[in-house]
C-alpha cells in the first residue's frame, strides 16, 4: 500500500478549548487520527479486544473455525474458554475491520472493552485481508 510509504505531516490540529496541538502523519488519514482519538478517550484506560461469539455447542460453528484456522477440536475450544477468548487486540478501526473479514468468512466476533488483554495478539494495517487476521487468530494457538 504506497500510502504507508509517504514521509511527511498530513495536518496539523488545534484542539481549541486547550490549544494543544497534534500533527497527522502523512500516512494517517485525519478522520482515521480523530476516530482512533475518539476510541481511546471511549475506552477510559480499557482495552479493545475481539473475542468469539461462538457457543461450544453450535458444531457447524466450531467445524468453520478449526476448518478456517486449520487446528484440532481441543485447540478451536480452548480458543472459546477463558483469557484464549482474547483473540486480537488493537485500534478498534482495525478491530471492526477484522470483524468484517472473519464475518465474511462465517466467524462471528463481538468487540469487547476489557481491563487486561491477557494474550491478544496486536493487529494493525497488515491485517486488510481474511488470511492475515486468521493467521493472527492461529497465532493464539502457539
Known amino acids: 500500500m504506497t500510502e504507508f510509504c509517504y ?4 495536518a496539523h490540529l488545534i484542539n481549541v478549548m486547550t ?3 497534534d500533527t497527522v502523519g502523512s500516512c494517517v488519514s485525519v478522520d482515521d487520527y480523530l476516530q482512533d482519538k475518539y476510541d481511546l478517550e ?3 484506560g480499557n482495552k479493545y479486544v475481539l473475542t468469539p461469539a ?3 455447542g453450535d458444531k457447524p460453528a466450531l467445524a468453520n473455525l478449526r476448518r478456517k484456522l486449520q487446528c ?3 485447540q478451536t475450544l480452548l480458543l472459546l474458554t477463558g483469557e484464549q477468548r ?3 487486540t488493537g485500534k478498534r478501526r482495525f478491530l471492526e475491520d477484522a470483524q468484517r473479514l472473519l464475518l465474511e468468512q462465517f ?3 463481538p468487540i469487547e ?3 487486561d488483554t491477557g494474550e491478544a495478539a496486536v493487529i494493525g494495517a497488515e491485517t486488510w485481508h481474511s488470511e492475515a487476521v486468521l493467521r493472527a487468530v492461529g497465532k493464539r494457538l502457539c
Not at 514521509?7 to 498530513?10: A, D, F, S, T
Open 7 to 10: 514521509v511527511g505531516v498530513n
Open 19 to 21: 490549544g494543544e496541538r
Open 42 to 44: 471511549a475506552a477510559a
Open 54 to 56: 461462538i457457543d461450544r
Open 72 to 74: 484440532t477440536y481441543p
Open 86 to 88: 482474547h483473540w486480537l
Open 107 to 109: 466467524i462471528t466476533t
Open 113 to 115: 472493552l476489557v481491563p
